[in-house]
């Protein structure tokens, strides 16, 4: 059975940090360009950060760079976000997803598996 697991999330006070973990299982993450969306309250889900299979090449939101990190580890079949200098405006559950292809990183409908979500609070 193919699926993407997220771990990681919890309550952080502001300016503190997370690293969400997405480990796939049933397939090779190594093949597929991973990222993180996130869906806030009220608000549509957004491309946050993503890496790809081919190179490791990393893209960000302009909401997030400087403060997150994507890392991939293949031999563990996992994505990691490292998130620093968390704002209250990062609070919102997040998904990683999984795509064999594609030219816009945070086209939703270029990614054919998704993981249930991890919820990420910031606040004092």
């Known amino acids: 059975q193919v699926q993407l697991v997220e771990s990681g999330g919890g309550l952080v006070q502001p300016g503190g940090s997370l690293r969400l973990s997405c480990t796939g299982s049933?397939?090779?993450?190594?093949?597929?360009?991973i990222s993180w969306f996130r869906q806030a309250p009220g608000k549509e889900r957004e491309g946050v950060s993503s890496?790809?299979?081919?190179?490791?090449?990393?893209y960000y939101a302009d909401s997030v760079k400087g403060r997150f990190t994507i890392s991939r580890d293949n031999a563990k079949n996992t994505v990691y976000l490292q998130m620093n200098s968390l704002k209250p405006e990062d609070t919102a559950v997040y998904y990683c997803?999984?795509?064999?292809?594609?030219?816009?990183?945070?086209?939703?409908?270029?990614?054919?598996?998704w993981g249930q979500g991890t919820q990420v609070t910031v606040s004092s």
């Open positions: 049933g397939f090779n993450l190594g093949y597929y360009a």
């Open positions: 890496i790809t299979a081919s190179d490791g090449s990393t």
């Open positions: 997803a999984a795509s064999d292809g594609g030219s816009r990183w945070s086209d939703q409908a270029e990614y054919g598996y």
